[in-house]
C-alpha cells in the first residue's frame, strides 16, 4: 500500500455524454449540493487507504469541465475515453500500463456515495479472485412479460429470483487479467467489466454491495442524491489543541509542510502541531476519540511518523460514516518561524490529505506578543475547528 509502486490504481469512467438525461452538461458534472457529482465520487477513492492512484477517463470535449470540478484534488492526468463505455475503460487500462498497478478499480463517475466499507469488500476479495464487484440482491419479485393481444403487457413467467444479484461498481480486477481480457473483448459490446472478466473465464467474486451506492441517471435520481446528501443529514463541529515544544533541529513540520527554523520541534511523530489539532478538530466533529487512542504514542509505528497519515486516518473516518468535511481551520500560535510566507502551501498540503478543496481550508498565524510559552520561543502550540456533515443522525 506505500512506497513505490502501485498496487491500486482507481478508474472513474467520466466519459458518457448523459443523454438520458436531459441536462446541457453531462451530469458527472452537474452539483449535487454545490459540489460537481464528479468531485464527490473521487473524494470516495482519495484518501482511502487501499487506493494508490486515481486517474478519470473523460470525453476530451469536457476538459475545461473537468478542470473546473477537480480543482486541487490530486489525481493522476485524465486520459481520453471513447465512443462507448468499454472502449474508455479500455483506454483508461492501457494508459495505466506504465503505472504497472497490481489491482484495478473500475467505478462509474454517476455513483457518488460509494463507501469506504464497500471498497474494502471489493479490495479483500482480489486476494483470492481474480475480480470482485459489489452486488445487492434482487428483493423484488421479478416478472418476465411481453405484449398482450390487446395491445396491453402481459406477464409470462415469474423469474425465480435467489440467485439474481444487481451489479454496482467500483469492480475490482488484476490488472494484468481484466486489460487482457478487455482487449480481448474489443469487438464484443458487453455491459460491464465483470462481464468482460466473465468472457475471459475469469472468477469473478460478489461481496456486498449497498443500496445507497445508487447510480445517477435520471432527474429523479438526482433529486434523491440530494436528499440524500443534505435532507435529513447534519453538520456537526470539532475543536483540536496541541501542543510541541521546541527542541534542537533546523526546521518545523506545520500543516505537512517542511519549515526552515532556528529551533525544531520535539515529538514522537513529525511534532506537526498543525496536523495533531486537525486530526483532533475532525475526530471531535464525528465524536470518535482523539489521536493519541488512533495512534499510541507507545506505539513505535507512529515514531517519526509523518503526521498526515493521522489526518487522513480522520478524514477516511468521516467518509466511512457517509460523511464530509465542509471545512476545516488552524491557527498556528508561534513567536517564529514567520508562516505567511508558507500559508498557501499548508492550505493546500491539507486540502490534498483530505481530499477537499483548498478553498475550504483556512491557515492563519498569530504571536503570543512575547508573552507565555509561545512568546518565549519555547513551544508552538495550535488550535483547529472542523466542520463535517453527516448523514441523518442515528
Ligand atoms: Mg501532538
Not at 487506493?51 to 486520459?79: C, E, Q, S
Not at 409470462?156 to 482487449?183: C, K, M, Y
Not at 469473478?204 to 432527474?219: F, H, R, S, W
Not at 465542509?326 to 499548508?346: F, K, L, M, Q, S
Amino acid at each position: 500500500m506505500t512506497g513505490d509502486t502501485m498496487r491500486c490504481l482507481a478508474l472513474i469512467v467520466a466519459g458518457g455524454q448523459g443523454a438520458r438525461f436531459g441536462a446541457s452538461v453531462p451530469k458527472q458534472y452537474l452539483p449535487l449540493a454545490g459540489e460537481p457529482l464528479l468531485r464527490r465520487t473521487l473524494g470516495c477513492f482519495l484518501g482511502h487507504p487501499g487506493v494508490d492512484g486515481v486517474r478519470v477517463v473523460i470525453r476530451a470535449d469536457d476538459r475545461d469541465l473537468y478542470g473546473r470540478a477537480v480543482t486541487g484534488l490530486d489525481l493522476l492526468p485524465p486520459v481520453s475515453g471513447g465512443a462507448s463505455r468499454q472502449e474508455s475503460v479500455r483506454n483508461g487500462l492501457e494508459s495505466a500500463v506504465d503505472l504497472a498497478p497490481e489491482a484495478v478499480l473500475i467505478h462509474d463517475a454517476a455513483r457518488p456515495f460509494t463507501t469506504r466499507k464497500l471498497i474494502d469488500g471489493v479490495l479483500g476479495a482480489l486476494a483470492t479472485h481474480a475480480g470482485a464487484i459489489p452486488a445487492v440482491p434482487v428483493r423484488d419479485t421479478l416478472k418476465r412479460a411481453g405484449p398482450a393481444r390487446d395491445g396491453g403487457t402481459l406477464i409470462t413467467e415469474t423469474v425465480d429470483r435467489s440467485s439474481l444479484w444487481r451489479a454496482q461498481t467500483p469492480q475490482g480486477f488484476r490488472f494484468d487479467a481484466i486489460l487482457a481480457a478487455h482487449r480481448a473483448a474489443a469487438q464484443t459490446e458487453l455491459t460491464d467489466d465483470a462481464a468482460v472478466a466473465e468472457a475471459a473465464g475469469l472468477g469473478v467474486a460478489i461481496t456486498p454491495g449497498d443500496e445507497d451506492n445508487l447510480k445517477v441517471t435520471t432527474q429523479d435520481d438526482l433529486i434523491r442524491a440530494e436528499r440524500m446528501v443534505s435532507g435529513g443529514g447534519e453538520t456537526r463541529t470539532g475543536f483540536g489543541y496541541d501542543v510541541h515544544r521546541c527542541g534542537p533541529g533546523d526546521h518545523v513540520m506545520l500543516g505537512g509542510v517542511c519549515i526552515p527554523a532556528q529551533s525544531g520541534l520535539v515529538g514522537h511523530s513529525d511534532a506537526d502541531v498543525a496536523l495533531h489539532a486537525l486530526t483532533d478538530a475532525v475526530l471531535g466533529a464525528i465524536a470518535a476519540g482523539d489521536i493519541g487512542q488512533h495512534f499510541p504514542p507507545s506505539d513505535d509505528r507512529w515514531k517519526g511518523a509523518a503526521s498526515e497519515v493521522f489526518l487522513r486516518h480522520a478524514g477516511g473516518l468521516v467518509r466511512e460514516r457517509g460523511g464530509a468535511v465542509i471545512n476545516v481551520d488552524v491557527t498556528i500560535v508561534a513567536e517564529r518561524p514567520r508562516i505567511g510566507p508558507h500559508r498557501e502551501a499548508i492550505a493546500e498540503r491539507i486540502a490534498h490529505i483530505l481530499g477537499i478543496a483548498p478553498s475550504r481550508v483556512g491557515v492563519k498565524a498569530t504571536t503570543t506578543e512575547k508573552l507565555g510559552f509561545t512568546g518565549r520561543r519555547e513551544g508552538i502550540a495550535a488550535q483547529a475547528v472542523a466542520t463535517v456533515r453527516l448523514p441523518a443522525a442515528d
